[in-house]
Nanobody, 124 residues
Framework: QVQLVESGGGLVQAGASLRLSCAASERTVSRVPMGWFRQAPGKEREFVAGISWNGGSTNYGDSVKGRFTISRDNDKATVYLQMNSLKPEDTAVYYC?????????????????WGQGTQVTVSS
């Protein structure tokens, strides 16, 4: 199974930006969609963004639309999440994931490979 390693998290103030990266161990991920989820303490894992295999189509959760941008570099087997105008409510562990097939939804069940997560903390 493909291994995913997230990086780029940290502690920032409200209004700041961060860029998360997710490096995959296999370039086969370039054939399928990938996504980002997040999970705050005591809450369910939440869909943040998804991207098609070629980057031509993206989807975002309502809470991050207009602030976050997902992208990918298939040559590097890496997916990114650019996060701007961060808010305290964005504080969570962020996970990247690989879709099970050619299509995906905003449900965790659409994805079958997960990274270990990277912590993002936004102070007010």
């Amino acid at each position: 199974q493909v291994q995913l390693v997230e990086s780029g998290g940290g502690l920032v103030q409200a209004g700041a930006s961060l860029r998360l990266s997710c490096a995959a161990s296999e370039r086969t991920v370039s054939r399928v969609p990938m996504g980002w989820f997040r999970q705050a303490p005591g809450k369910e894992r939440e869909f943040v963004a998804g991207i098609s295999w070629n980057g031509g189509s993206t989807n975002y959760g309502d809470s991050v639309k207009g602030r976050f941008t997902i992208s990918r570099d298939n040559d590097k087997a890496t997916v990114y999440l650019q996060m701007n105008s961060l808010k305290p409510e964005d504080t969570a562990v962020y996970y990247c994931a690989v879709a099970r097939g050619a299509y995906y939804s905003d449900s965790t069940s659409s994805f079958n490979s997960w990274g270990q997560g990277t912590q993002v903390t936004v102070s007010s």
